[in-house]
């Protein structure tokens, strides 16, 4: 009772031209030509949200739940995760794409504007400020790190074992 001794395979088939790639129902009628759909992260930058039910829902060998339920379970995980997506994006996405409209048309002009004209203008004086520099350490630095050294050149250190 509850032991079961094979698992049972799913699996659907359908005609390739009945097989639409996109992860909605298939609600269209026979005769319409379906597209490729479009590749929306064309940088690969969301590789990492790619879960699966497999990822998240794994049963150990030595315990396993009657086939059915984990083929609904699957069912009810895709549905969800389909349905929430939907609806958040439906919400949030275009408030979201202001708001980093906004964020980054903010730092482009901060970055053309202030940032560019300052290092620019720093750039210029720059060999002036490298001579002075120069002049500094030569006169006040480089006098005092060579007489450490030829202090601590005649300097010996032997190690001897007890």
């Known amino acids: 009772m509850g ?3 094979e698992k049972l395979d799913t699996s659907i088939i359908m005609d390739e031209d009945e097989f639409n790639r996109s992860i909605e129902p298939i609600l269209m009628k026979k ?3 379906y ?3 479009p590749i929306r ?3 690969e930058i969301n590789t990492h949200l790619k879960v699966g039910f497999e990822d998240m829902i794994g049963e150990p060998s030595s315990a396993h739940s009657f086939d059915r339920v984990w083929i609904g379970s699957h069912a009810t995980f895709e549905l969800v995760k389909f349905f929430f997506y939907r609806l958040l994006t439906t919400l949030l996405a275009v408030p979201m794409a202001f708001t980093l409209g906004l964020v980054f048309g903010v730092l ?3 970055h053309i504007w202030l940032v560019m004209p300052v290092v620019q203008s720093s750039m210029m004086l720059l060999p002036s400020a490298q001579k002075i520099w120069r002049s500094l350490t030569d006169i006040f630095i480089a006098p005092l790190f060579q007489s450490l050294g030829k202090c601590l050149s005649s300097i010996q250190i032997q190690t001897t074992e007890n």
């Open 31 to 33: 005769g319409k030509v």
């Open 35 to 37: 597209s490729e759909a």
């Open 41 to 43: 992260d064309p940088n």
């Open 3 to 5: 032991v079961e001794k």
């Open 108 to 110: 482009s002009c901060v």
